[in-house]
């Protein structure tokens, strides 16, 4: 009777143990009450934007470590090299604003510069983006940033 009640025990732990194994998920993938964005910028020009254009975006994990979620919205600005800039923020909260801008830092805008800029919102999905915000301008600078913002939806 003692040896089937430790054999049952054991047995139950391996049950729920094995049972969890499908719903682990790393701290930098996205759950499912959380939505996966893309920030996309691309710049149409002739000249060369060697880190000249910034993007300015929202993002939710630790600035010293970026696969530790901490689920705080933060402004980061990286430069970019090229005409165009693809950004991924996996673990999203509903409910979170975000934002995404871009400038040239120029003395003056450059002339046949056009920026354009979006957000897609995938909900946990990584196939299944939906442009939620877009926007274009001619060559925005530092002092007038050309920038969009989204509200995540909170379901």
Same mark, same amino acid.
């Given at each position: ?53 910034? =993007?300015?975006?929202?993002? #939710?994990? @630790?600035?010293?470590?970026? $696969?530790?979620? +901490? ?5 980061? *600005? ?19 604003? =975000?934002?995404?801008?871009? #400038?040239? @830092?120029?003395?003056?805008? $450059?002339?046949? +510069? ?5 957000? *897609? ?35």
């Amino acid at each position: 009777m003692k040896r089937s009640l430790k054999f049952f025990s054991i047995l139950a732990c391996l049950v729920v143990a094995l049972s969890s194994c499908d719903d682990y998920v790393s701290d930098f993938e996205t759950r499912k009450n959380e939505y996966e964005i893309y920030y996309c910028i691309t710049y149409s020009t002739v000249y060369d934007f060697h880190n000249i254009a910034y =993007i300015n975006f929202t993002a #939710f994990d @630790d600035p010293n470590d970026p $696969l530790k979620y +901490t689920g705080i919205a933060r402004q980061e *600005e990286h430069s970019i090299d090229g005409t165009s800039a693809y950004f991924f923020e996996k673990r999203v909260p509903r409910g979170s604003h =975000i934002q995404l801008s871009t #400038f040239v @830092d120029v003395p003056e805008a $450059l002339p046949n +510069t056009k920026a354009k800029i979006f957000i *897609e919102v995938s909900k946990g999905d990584s196939n299944n983006f939906v442009k939620v915000v877009s926007a274009e301008a001619d060559c925005p600078l530092k002092g007038n940033p050309l920038t969009i913002s989204y509200d995540v939806p909170n379901e």
